[in-house]
C-alpha cells in the first residue's frame, strides 16, 4: 500500500501526515506535485500548509496544478481521496468536493483545539466512529468557513454527505461552537461517492498517543479499506 | 490583431459573508467615518491581442471561470477597453 501524501509549494502537514500514517502500519511517501503519482498508489493525501502562499484564494493554484488532473481521475476510479485543511480547500477548489472554504468569520487565523460531531458513520473515513459521537481535533486556519449555496446544502444533509459538524463538548451544535461561521458548523464533506472527502480539521495531528489524544486516527484508517 | 485590456471584477455573491470588509468598514467607523455598507472587490487587468472585443472579452470570461473566480462564492464582470 502507498499513499501518496502530495507535497506542493508551501505544503507543511505533508511530512507529519506521512509519519502519521506510517505510525499506524500504512504505507505512505511524500509526492512531489512535479512527479505524479506513483504507479502503485493505492490512496492519496492532499495535507495541509500554504500551497503557492495562499495567493488568489486557498488552494486556488495548486488545485489546477497538473498532478490534480491525475488525482481527479484516481478518484474517478476509486482511489480514496482526503485533503486536510489546505487539502479541503485544494478539494473543493478542483470540485472533487462541493462548496469553498473561505475566510473565518472573525477574519483572523485561528489555531486551537475543537469539538466535531461525528454526522454520518457509514464513510470509510467515519466508520470506526458512533453517529453522534464526539471528537477532539485541532484547527489551524485563516479559510476555514464552509460556504455553498442554500439548495446545495441541503442536498448534502439530505444524502449524508457531511462528515462532521463542529459541536459543543456535549455534541450540542451550536453558534458558539462554530470557531469559524461554517454553514451548518459543517467541518468535513464528502465528495459525490464517499471515498472522496475533505475536512478542516486535523486528524493527523491527534493519531500519535506520545503526543495526546488520537481522535484523529479512524479518520487516516479510511485508507485502509 | 488589436491590443485589448479586459478588467475582470471578481466580487462575493450577494448575502456570502464578507468578514474583510466589516472588519475595515469598522476601522473606517472607528475613525470617524458614517458609511451604510462596504463591499470589497478584486479587479484583474489583463493585457491580451484579440480579433474583436467579442473574442477579448470571451477569453477574459473564460479565465474567470476557471480561476479568476470561484462560482460557488463570486460572481464577476468583465469590461473590455482597446489599449494604446
Redo the contacts between chains.
Keep these: 500500500m502507498t499513499i501518496a501524501v502530495i507535497q506542493f509549494g508551501g505544503s507543511n502537514c505533508d511530512r507529519d501526515s506521512v509519519q502519521a500514517l506510517e505510525s499506524m502500519g500504512l504505507g505512505a511517501e511524500l509526492v512531489w506535485h512535479e512527479d505524479g503519482l506513483p504507479e502503485d498508489t493505492t490512496g492519496i493525501m492532499l495535507p495541509g500548509g500554504f500551497s503557492y502562499g495562499d495567493y488568489l484564494r486557498a488552494g486556488a493554484m495548486a488545485a489546477r496544478s497538473p498532478i490534480m488532473r491525475a488525482v481527479r481521475e484516481a478518484a474517478a476510479d476509486g482511489t480514496p481521496v482526503l485533503g486536510v485543511c489546505n487539502g479541503a480547500q485544494i478539494g473543493c477548489e478542483s470540485a472533487l468536493t462541493p462548496g469553498a472554504f473561505t475566510t473565518n468569520e472573525s477574519a483572523r487565523f485561528q489555531c486551537e483545539h475543537v469539538y466535531l460531531r461525528v454526522e454520518n458513520a457509514d464513510t470509510p473515513w467515519t466508520s470506526q466512529y458512533e453517529e453522534g459521537e464526539v471528537i477532539e481535533l485541532p484547527i489551524a486556519h485563516g479559510e476555514g468557513r464552509y460556504e455553498i449555496t442554500d439548495d446545495r446544502l441541503d442536498e448534502l444533509e439530505a444524502d449524508g454527505r457531511i462528515l462532521f459538524k463542529y459541536c459543543d463538548e456535549d455534541g450540542n451544535v451550536t453558534p458558539e461552537a462554530n470557531p469559524n461561521g461554517s454553514k451548518h458548523a459543517i467541518a468535513g464533506v464528502t465528495g459525490e461517492r464517499d471515498h472522496v472527502a475533505v475536512m478542516m480539521p486535523h486528524p493527523e495531528r491527534a493519531s500519535l498517543e506520545d503526543l495526546g489524544r488520537t481522535d484523529g486516527e479512524p479518520v487516516l484508517e479510511g485508507f485502509a479499506d | 490583431m488589436t491590443a485589448f485590456t479586459a478588467t475582470v471584477t471578481v466580487r462575493l455573491k450577494r448575502g456570502?459573508?464578507?468578514?474583510?470588509a466589516?472588519?475595515t468598514q469598522r476601522s473606517l467607523e472607528r475613525l470617524g467615518f458614517e458609511l451604510q455598507d462596504l463591499r470589497s472587490a478584486d479587479i484583474f487587468e489583463l493585457d491580451l491581442e484579440a480579433d474583436d472585443d467579442e473574442g477579448a472579452a470571451e477569453r477574459a470570461e473564460e479565465m474567470a471561470e476557471?480561476?479568476?473566480a470561484?462560482p460557488?462564492?463570486h460572481d464577476y464582470t468583465v469590461e473590455v477597453a482597446q489599449r494604446e
Design positions: 456570502v459573508l464578507d468578514p474583510e466589516e472588519t476557471r480561476l479568476l470561484n460557488t462564492i
